[in-house]
């Protein structure tokens, strides 16, 4: 993912409500921090935590969760699953070192444009006052 | 002809691989009747220069269990792996780094100071530690260096086969002993057990409610475990659901929860974050839409040691391998 002078965030965006929200933010002009990159996929609660400590291991500095808000979900629950293994991981990646504040779930509906911009724009200010992550460096 | 030579050799381990390979009982005699066993430091008096008096590739198999941690280790693995046509990671030390790769949450300043200084038993006012050379009158002597990081053998040399469990059990050792003597090996890099999750060979399966709910999580000592209930629906974190089967489900039939040391299926890379997943889903599944999250927060309370418990025998195997160094 690039060098590490820059600050770099994962979002992953459901389909049915998240990523249309972020077409909307793009749609309505709005400024949004550069620093991101949007994986779009089904659910929420598609978001393995094996993919989230992939992205994190590969050079992001943060990992946002965008789903349908409760109740709103495509697939019922997805979004509950979503919400229970991210509680969990966190307080697992705190325990690794990693500041659990760094990753982050969140609901945005297909209308909230403005709600995108603004969660994305938080995290990455967020990231920003953390710094990279610099995992794996050569250790014996 | 002459017969194919075999070594065991181990690393950062508890020894309970070399207990392994005693219990085959009578078959380890076959085992004997059939190879020639040229390196065993636990049970046979050869050396380090004996190996490297071999030439290379003259060993079939070597069967090496442990994880690395010290360049003593690191450097017999690799004039192992020099001398040998196989190598095969035996146990999930080697495998996945085991409980020795717990330490990858901890680094070596932390463990010295523990192990050396503030442990209750011992008394080390002057702070002093082990190091790597120490000049005496006679003379400098030496000992090995002690990394940061537990690694696994396939984090160290090349390896071609992997025969997990804490200890792997004695139908494995036997069947893969056997698909090495007559030449009938699978591709390389296949760990040799079924592909299957615990959960699918579990006797307790027949008891799993059709659907599982954890609205409270439990620590085995808190519950007065039923033999006919599934460990998760009496609230206590199993690994089952995420970890290779093949084990015979020894510690099922003991009482006790799977902790993952088979490590993961061949289409899963960490164990320990897929459990994570597994488990999080079933946390008051039953009034999930009600559910708040500070009661779900409350819940997880009860997980002590998240990190500990998901990543108990694969931590440097894992994704992240180790806590961040800052």
Redesign the interface.
């Known amino acids: 993912m690039g060098t590490d002078s820059e600050p770099k965030v994962v979002a992953f965006c459901c389909n049915w409500c998240s990523y249309a929200g972020a077409d909307a933010a793009g749609t309505a002009r709005m400024k949004i921090n550069p620093h991101f990159r949007i994986i779009r996929t089904m659910c929420s609660s598609r978001i393995d935590p094996e993919l989230i400590l992939e992205a994190f291991s590969k050079g992001a500095w943060g990992v946002l969760i965008l789903g349908c808000h409760p109740g709103d979900c495509h697939y019922k629950n997805g979004n509950y699953k979503a919400l229970r293994r991210v509680a969990l991981l966190k307080r697992t990646l705190a325990q690794f070192g990693i500041e659990p504040e760094r990753l982050r779930l969140d609901w945005v509906s297909a209308n909230e444009g403005g709600r995108f911009a603004q969660l994305v724009n938080e995290t990455i200010e967020t990231v920003q006052k953390l710094g990279p992550l610099n995992l794996h460096q050569e250790v014996t | 002809m002459s017969k194919p030579k075999v070594a065991f050799y181990w690393c950062a381990s508890c020894g309970g691989c070399e207990e392994a390979v005693i219990d085959l009982n009578e078959d380890l005699l076959t085992v004997a009747d059939a190879v020639d066993i040229v390196f065993w430091p636990v049970a046979l008096d050869f050396k380090k220069k004996d190996v490297e008096a071999m030439e290379d590739g003259s060993i079939a198999v070597s069967f090496i269990n442990g994880a690395i941690r010290t360049s003593e280790q690191e450097e017999m693995v690799h004039l192992l792996r020099r001398k040998s046509g196989l190598v095969v990671a035996f146990g999930s030390c080697a495998h996945l780094g085991g409980i020795p790769g717990l330490a990858n949450?901890h680094n070596k300043a932390e463990i010295f100071e523990r192990v050396y200084k503030t442990v209750p038993t011992v008394t080390n006012p002057e702070g002093i530690y082990p190091q790597t050379e120490t000049k005496v009158p006679e003379g400098t002597l030496t000992l090995p260096?002690f990394?940061?990081?537990v690694k696994t053998l396939d984090q160290t040399i090349d390896v071609d086969y992997y025969l997990p469990g804490c200890a792997p059990p004695p139908d494995l050792i036997m069947g893969a002993v056997q698909a090495i003597l007559a030449g009938e090996l699978p591709e390389r890099g296949t760990v040799l057990a079924p592909d299957k999750a615990l959960c699918d060979t579990c006797p307790l399966a027949e008891y799993k409610p059709e659907k599982l709910s954890m609205s409270q999580i439990k620590r085995p000592h808190e519950v007065l475990h039923d033999p006919k209930q599934c460990f998760l629906a009496e609230g206590i974190i199993c690994l089952g659901p995420a970890t290779r089967s093949g084990c015979g489900e020894r510690c099922i039939n003991a009482g006790m929860p799977c902790r993952g040391c088979f490590g993961p299926t061949r289409e899963?890379?960490?164990l320990?974050?897929?459990a994570?997943?597994s488990?999080?889903?079933l946390?008051?599944i039953e009034e999930?839409?009600e559910m708040t999250?500070e009661e779900?927060?409350k819940a997880?309370d009860n997980?002590v040691?998240?990190?500990?418990l998901?990543f108990m025998y694969s931590l440097p195997s894992?994704?992240?391998?180790r806590?961040?160094?800052?």
């Open positions: 949450f260096e990394y940061d990081t899963v890379k960490d320990g974050a897929k994570l997943s488990i999080a889903s946390i008051g999930e839409e999250e779900l927060e997880l997980i040691d998240p990190a500990g998901f894992s994704v992240l391998r806590r961040r160094i800052k």
